[in-house]
């Protein structure tokens, strides 16, 4: 057999490193297609990946539901360093009985402590300062602190069935917003654009706004992993949004730069990205991709939501 034959043969051969590599990246690239929808990318006419204005938004991977969707958009308030739900709505009538009593060695079963109750000798019990009364048809009982609250409380659902085992809060507010303690997991908000996608083609799917707190060094910080996409496509990470000059950061362009070239500019960048995803596959260079094209749109439709002028 001839040297040219022998090395036809040989790169017909797949390795195990490369078989992997080659077959995951294809299933990921047709799993990001049916994400993002047939008409995320389209070519003109010389072959160049180009913003298409028939595009509807990002697609989920939730093609249909086993019941009809009412919901158009989802709200989520995390208020860290808020009050205690045992303070709110989650009455404890027998914590507030044994008032000042040390806590039983059966509840914390040989837990290790925080460094902040490390040097402590006694743990005493502290139930809620304020008083719960039954509101609603149900009963629901609400702390005299959510006044307003308790008038509405039929409308509501309070899930008092969830815990965790952490006894610090970063690990419990990571958990709170992935479903682990651990960090590195999908964010609550990633795993909804992934789900259930976005009708809005010029606005990120999950939009993250956060308040200016106290401004005390001690704080609780709030770190940007809590509205990460872990594994998911970096499509899916939460976009921040400012009360600020500049919303989104760098959105706006440097000065001099006009919006044909910019369009010129992407579309470059979006052929030399085209290439690589033909030479390897790996799907992330379509999210990347999509992002460019997103925040290209952004730079429009960001400055008309942020006005409440």
Request: a positive charge; proline letters at 5%; glycine letters at 10%.
């Amino acid at each position: 057999m001839s040297e040219k034959k022998i090395i036809e043969e040989r790169s017909l051969i797949l390795n195990r490193r490369s078989f992997l590599g080659k077959t995951a990246l294809g299933v990921g690239g047709v799993a990001l297609a049916s994400l993002l929808g047939a008409n995320l990318f389209r070519k003109d006419k010389n072959g160049i990946l180009t913003k298409d204005d028939s595009l509807n938004g990002v697609k989920g991977i939730l093609n249909s539901l086993h019941h009809p969707a009412k919901v158009k958009r989802v709200i989520y308030l995390f208020q860290s360093g808020g009050p205690s739900q045992f303070e709110l709505f989650d009455n404890k009538p027998l914590l507030n009985k044994r008032r000042g009593e040390d806590l039983p060695e059966s509840i914390r079963n040989g837990q290790r402590l925080t460094g902040m109750t490390a040097g402590q000798d006694k743990f005493p019990l502290v139930g809620s300062l304020y008083k719960f009364n039954k509101h609603g048809k149900n009963g629901t009982e609400i702390s005299e602190l959510l006044p307003y609250t308790a008038k509405m409380v039929d409308d509501l659902c309070i899930i008092k069935s969830m815990y965790t085992e952490a006894i610090n809060h970063d690990p419990a507010v990571t958990f709170f917003q992935t479903g682990s303690q651990q960090p590195g997991r999908p964010s609550i908000g990633s795993w909804l654009s992934y789900g259930l996608g976005s009708e809005n083609e010029n606005l990120p799917a999950f939009t993250v706004l956060l308040s200016r707190g106290t401004g005390r060094p001690n704080g609780q910080p709030l770190y940007t992993r809590l509205w990460g996409n872990g594994f998911l496509h970096s499509l899916h990470q939460g976009v921040q949004f400012r009360a600020a000059k500049d919303p989104v950061l760098y959105l706006n362009d440097p000065k001099g730069i006009t919006k044909e070239v910019k369009r010129e500019m992407l579309d470059n960048i979006a052929a030399l990205n085209d290439k690589h995803y033909q030479d390897n596959g790996d799907p992330e260079i379509k999210s990347r991709i999509a992002q460019y094209e997103m925040a290209y749109r952004m730079q429009t439709s960001v400055p008309n939501v942020m006005d409440t002028a």
